[in-house]
């Protein structure tokens, strides 16, 4: 099975400091299609105003992955924990037994452009964590370089995110370039287009647009120019909702 999630489509929040689109059901947008797929719960486009952003507040029991796509985004967290991320960096939060943080654009004038990136775990009340991590470009430049696993022996080994959850996040950066990912059975895929147009298993897609797969062998994805995607392999068995 296949099936496409336009980005006009998505759920869609505009605040004086905030505009977001909601890729599954979240805060007032609710459509019961759409609650997510296997694990993957959130992927909201976020674009918060200079000087502004969220304030404390509380998550428990989620794995949230915030990638940058421009701009800078500042946090505090209960863990004593604050930094500043950048394009090239992303953040990953265990949520665990509970934490409380702050999401700020500081910037005097800069968007702060970013995919907020929730995912179920597998493993619940664990001991919160946060903790930011620098992607080298040449590990995502023409190819899908891996950046988010739950696997807890090659995470340390290569510096890459790890998460409590059956699931790997991986980030292409491409230009007129041809990638594959080859799925393993009762494997999922889920293709988010970041920055771009791309053609995947044959299928136009364009910035903010999503691609589903079960049941595939893989994803073949063709860069129409400069693209950047975001590629999710997860365990089918939590099935695909929205199709």
């Known amino acids: 099975m296949h099936?496409?999630?336009?980005s006009n489509e998505r759920g869609y929040v505009h605040q004086d400091w905030l505009e977001s689109y909601h890729s599954f059901s979240f805060g007032s947008y609710f459509d019961p299609k759409w609650m997510g797929f296997g694990p993957?719960?959130?992927?909201?486009?976020?674009k918060v105003q200079p000087g502004t952003g969220f304030g404390t507040h509380g998550h428990n029991n989620m794995e949230i992955i915030t990638w940058m796509l421009d701009g800078e985004l500042s946090h505090q967290d209960s863990?004593?924990?604050?930094?500043?991320?950048?394009?090239?960096q992303l953040q990953c939060m265990s949520a665990g037994t509970g934490i409380r943080h702050s999401e700020k654009n500081l910037h005097a004038s800069k968007v702060a452009?970013?995919?907020q990136i929730w995912i179920e775990p597998a493993i619940k009340d664990v001991l919160p964590g946060y903790r930011d991590y620098t992607i080298a470009p040449e590990r995502i430049t023409g190819c899908l370089g891996l950046v988010?696993?739950?696997?807890?022996?090659?995470a340390p080994r290569h510096n890459i995110a790890l998460i409590h959850q059956d699931a790997?996040?991986?980030?292409g950066q491409l230009h007129n370039q041809r990638v594959e990912h080859v799925l393993a059975t009762q494997r999922a895929c889920y293709l988010h287009v970041a920055k771009g147009a791309v053609l995947a298993n044959g299928e136009s897609l364009n910035q903010g647009d999503a691609l589903l797969l079960t049941d595939q062998p893989g994803l073949i994805v063709q860069a129409q120019h400069s693209a950047q995607v975001l590629v999710f392999d997860l365990p089918a068995g939590g099935g695909a909702k929205g199709a």
């Open 148 to 154: 988010v696993t739950g696997d807890p022996e090659l």
């Open 79 to 88: 863990l004593g924990g604050g930094s500043t991320i950048v394009p090239g």
């Open 168 to 171: 790997s996040l991986y980030v």
């Open 3 to 6: 099936f496409i999630r336009r």
């Open 113 to 115: 452009h970013l995919l």
């Open 40 to 46: 993957l719960r959130v992927i909201n486009e976020d």
